[in-house]
C-alpha cells in the first residue's frame, strides 16, 4: 500500500517557478513508477512526467520538455516536480500517482494504482 500527499502548489506569475513535492508512504515506493498529472478546468486529465525508481528513464509530455524536471529522492521517500518558465496554460491541479514496476503504459492514467489528493497551480499572465 502506498500513500501519497502533495506539497508546494500555489499562484505564481508567468516565467516564474515552483517545486512540487509528493510524499509517500510505504516501503516499496522506492520501486514504483512515479508519475505526475495535471487537471485544468474542463479538461481532462493530463500525463505531465514520468520516472522510473531507478531514475534510468523520464518521460515527458511535449508541452513540458525543457521547462518541467522529474525526480526523487528515495532516501526521504519523496518524489519532486521542478517546474520552470510557468506558463498560464499550465494552470492545473497536479497529482503525484505511483505505478508498479512493470508497467510500460507510463502516459496512461489507467495504470496508477495510488493517486495523491492533488495541489493547484495557478499561474497569472
Known amino acids: 500500500q502506498v500513500q501519497l500527499v502533495e506539497s508546494g502548489g500555489g499562484l505564481v506569475q508567468a516565467g516564474g517557478s515552483l517545486r512540487l513535492s509528493c510524499a509517500a508512504s510505504?516501503?516499496?515506493?522506492?520501486?514504483?513508477?512515479m508519475g505526475w498529472f495535471r487537471r485544468a478546468p474542463g479538461k481532462e486529465r493530463e500525463f505531465v512526467a514520468a520516472?522510473?525508481?531507478?531514475?534510468?528513464?523520464?518521460n515527458y509530455t511535449d508541452s513540458v520538455k525543457g521547462r518541467f524536471t522529474i525526480s526523487r529522492d528515495n532516501t526521504k521517500n519523496t518524489g519532486y516536480l521542478q517546474m520552470n518558465s510557468l506558463k498560464p496554460e499550465d494552470t492545473a491541479v497536479y497529482y503525484c500517482?505511483?505505478?508498479?514496476?512493470?508497467?510500460?503504459?507510463?502516459?496512461?492514467?489507467?495504470?496508477?494504482?495510488?493517486w495523491g489528493q492533488g495541489t493547484q497551480v495557478t499561474v497569472s499572465s
Open positions: 500517482a505511483a505505478a508498479i514496476p512493470s508497467v510500460t503504459e507510463w502516459r496512461s492514467p489507467h495504470w496508477y494504482s495510488y
Open positions: 510505504g516501503r516499496t515506493f522506492s520501486t514504483y513508477i
Open positions: 520516472l522510473t525508481w531507478r531514475d534510468l528513464d523520464r
